[in-house]
């Protein structure tokens, strides 16, 4: 019996706390739905496990290395690239490495820290809500940016809104340490994550890719092997 609450214990992920009130009130509707019409309330219901589920919480097992560099968000890399980061930033004008992870209405939207270090700056810019998948979501799009200071220099991490997404939640603020897998926010819904690395970083995924957010290693510092290279089989 004891084997038997264990194994369904650890299959139940649990629901973020910010999503408690979405989960209710998807539920509330769905009861007043099916009031109206019955086939309308199993609508609502598939609607607020949905819901539930885009709200989950899972805990995730960390690689505890300073060189690593984390994946913050679960979902596919998008694009694996040199660019110049955002003004509001202040990275300087020199191109950096971006990576960025684009979050689907399915993906687990917890974000979480890339890297362990002190977040020394978050600026949050008001913008347009085109797909986060494209390339110019990350000038155009509404977005908040921090900026965390480690022993490799300073990184960015960006939280972009996307097609749907009209909510950007962070609840880290500056002169705060973090550490590497750490919760410090989420988008409601789909978007898209961007981390900016300075000179030494070397990429540890590709575009198209699957990451975990706190488990994926996306990039390395220290290496002296290039780039990862794949193909898909």
Same mark, same amino acid.
């Given at each position: 019996?004891?084997?038997?609450? !264990? ?25 007043? +739905? ?17 819901? #539930? ?27 694996v ?16 490495l ?6 689907? @209405?399915? !993906? ?10 002190? @977040? ?5 810019? /008001?913008?347009?809500?085109? *797909?986060?998948?494209?390339?110019? /979501? ?17 990184? =960015?991490?960006?939280?972009? #809104? =996307?097609?749907? #997404?009209r ?9 705060e340490?973090? *550490? ?5 926010? +989420? ?13 030494? #970083? ?7 890719q699957?990451?975990?957010? =706190?488990?994926?290693?996306? /990039?390395?510092? =220290? ?11």
């Amino acid at each position: 019996m004891i084997n038997l609450f !264990d194994t369904i214990r650890n299959t139940l992920v649990p629901i973020h706390k910010e999503g408690y009130v979405f989960v209710a009130a998807f539920f509330i509707a769905s009861l007043i +739905l099916g009031w109206i019409a019955e086939p309308l309330f199993w609508i609502g219901l598939v609607l607020t496990l949905w819901c #539930a589920y885009f709200f989950r919480d899972p805990e995730r097992v960390v690689p505890q290395d300073d060189d690593l560099v984390l994946s913050p968000a679960d979902g596919r890399v998008s694009s694996v690239q040199m660019v110049v980061p955002p003004a509001e930033l202040n990275l300087g004008t020199e191109p950096m490495l971006r990576i960025s992870v684009f979050m689907n @209405v399915f !993906d687990c939207h917890i974000n979480r820290s890339p890297v362990r270090g002190q @977040v020394t700056d978050i600026q949050y810019r /008001a913008g347009q809500f085109i *797909n986060a998948e494209l390339d110019k /979501a990350s000038e155009d799009n509404e977005r908040n940016s921090m900026v965390i200071e480690t022993r490799h220099g300073r990184i =960015g991490v960006v939280q972009i #809104a =996307g097609l749907v #997404a009209r909510r950007i939640v962070c609840w880290v603020k500056p002169t705060e340490p973090v *550490n590497a897998g750490e919760r410090f926010g +989420l988008i409601r819904f789909g978007s898209r994550l961007d981390v900016l690395l300075p000179a030494g #970083a070397q990429p540890r995924v590709s575009v198209g890719q699957r990451t975990y957010g =706190g488990e994926t290693v996306i /990039a390395e510092f =220290g290496s002296t092997k290039g780039p990862t290279i794949s193909r898909r089989s």
